[in-house]
């Protein structure tokens, strides 16, 4: 062999094991390492205020940004009519060509060849393993043109026809695969109602033919996925919530084994819901966590969630000590709308939502009542005092019942600051997850 080739073909090779081992990695039931998985760390991650851990991940308390740089563009295209992942046609995926005189590309001798040049492709739009910024690291497909896309479509279809029927290449088969609902998954995001339609068939395909494998579970995250990012972008009246909630149940349901991510799925799109005062399918959303995994640690939250929800419309009491001293009831609120915030001076969010909580004190005399998530008294007083924070503040002088553990951010499963609730002049609870726009409107 040349010598001068020798380091071109080592750094091919490990090119090719890296891709494949992410691949897998990513495509394996259960494993932290997948895109929805990767999801799931960073809803259930959280800070605790206290700086001690308490029941679960998902009792902590979370204070952050929004990780959503920028609105993307409303899609007109709609669900699949009458999908269903259960079932479906033929597998035509595996069938596919990679019709190679559209995309420019050399003839291909193995799948293996096929996966090689998906990771080259990925490695030259991403520049993967260079620099340090996290939205670099191997944590899922970033594809960044269309064109990139298809080009892997074309040669992950002829991968998976030429190993969905070769046992020993399953591997190969689910890295195929996982990159093939990437590359749909793009598409589909770019306004393409093609490949919207091929990534419902993909995944009936393969329950069809493999129901229970590691392909059936990517293929069915990919709806998932689709749908969320879909519900997203739309409005209160789009198909697309109820089939983002449709198909998180579906996932749920058909595997039960993927406790973990089912759960955090079913979570999202509850609170999801939630955030868009569709109450219904939020509850629907929680019970079934309750009613498919009942034993799981993260029932609590759902437990809560629901008990948070069964205050819409309800009157709710209110009685706590708060930062100045003295005692705070809520039906000496009665007469005037009260919005209720749980919040934290950690949360940068929060810091920038002071004016507007101001301002629907002083502009559209509604009465603000704070739910304090620190521990240390004198560094709230200085914060209420310093961004000149109007309303009464709750805080316990029992250092056992602040930050996480605060009774009524416990109680109803307040786990992200700020969240904030809306009660009418009646007392009656109207929303427990209201947006900061929602709040902009009242002063509207």
Not at 314 to 335: M, Q, V, Y
Request: with cysteine.
């Amino acid at each position: 062999m040349n010598s001068k080739r020798l380091p071109s073909l080592l750094k091919s090779i490990t090119c090719l094991a890296l891709f494949i081992a992410v691949m897998v990695l990513m495509a394996l039931p259960g494993c932290n390492k997948s895109p929805d998985n990767l999801q799931a760390k960073q809803e259930e991650s959280a800070i605790n205020e206290a700086g001690e851990a308490t029941d679960g991940s998902l009792d902590e308390l979370e204070t952050g940004e929004d990780p959503i740089d920028s609105q993307p563009p409303v899609l007109t295209v709609t669900p699949a009519s009458g999908s269903n992942s259960l079932a479906g046609p033929e597998f035509k995926t595996a069938k596919m060509s990679r019709q190679k005189e559209n995309y420019n590309l050399p003839a291909s001798g193995t799948p293996e060849w096929d996966i090689r040049q998906i990771a080259l492709l990925i490695a030259k739009e991403t520049h993967l393993g260079s620099g340090s910024d996290s939205q670099q690291r191997i944590t899922s497909l970033n594809i960044s043109t269309n064109e990139t896309a298809r080009q892997i479509i074309a040669l992950a279809s002829h991968a998976i026809s030429e190993t969905h029927q070769r046992p020993e290449k399953e591997l190969i088969f689910n890295a195929a695969i996982q990159s093939l609902m990437d590359a749909r998954l793009k598409l589909a995001l770019s306004g393409e109602k093609d490949s919207l339609d091929a990534i419902y068939e993909d995944a009936a395909t393969v329950a069809k033919e493999r129901p229970g494998s590691t392909a059936s579970i990517i293929t069915a995250g990919t709806v998932v996925r689709l749908a969320a990012e879909m519900a997203r972008r739309s409005d209160d009246n789009s198909p697309w919530i109820s089939e983002y909630v449709r198909q998180v149940k579906l996932f749920a349901t058909n595997f039960p084994q993927e406790e973990a991510r089912a759960i955090v799925q079913l979570t999202a799109a509850g609170e999801f819901c939630e955030q868009r005062q569709l109450i219904l399918p939020a509850i629907e959303c929680y019970t079934m966590i309750q009613q498919q995994f009942p034993h799981s640690p993260f029932r609590k939250k759902a437990d809560a969630a629901l008990r948070r929800l069964g205050l819409i419309g309800k009157p709710i009491s209110l009685e706590a000590p708060t930062i100045g001293g003295k005692t705070l009831r809520l039906s000496e609120k009665r007469g005037k709308p009260c919005v209720i915030a749980f919040w934290s001076i950690r949360s940068a969010a929060f810091q920038r939502d002071v004016e507007l909580l101001n301002r629907l004190v002083d502009e559209a005399g509604i009465q603000l009542i704070g739910v304090n998530m620190d521990t240390d008294e004198q560094a709230v007083k200085q914060f209420i005092q310093s961004h000149q924070l109007a309303g009464d503040h709750v805080f316990y002088p029992d250092m056992s019942l602040r930050g996480a553990s605060q009774p009524m951010a416990r109680e109803f499963g307040i786990n992200i600051v700020p969240a904030y609730w809306y009660i009418d002049a009646q007392g009656k609870v109207r929303a427990t997850n209201a947006t900061r726009e929602q709040l902009s409107s009242l002063v509207k």
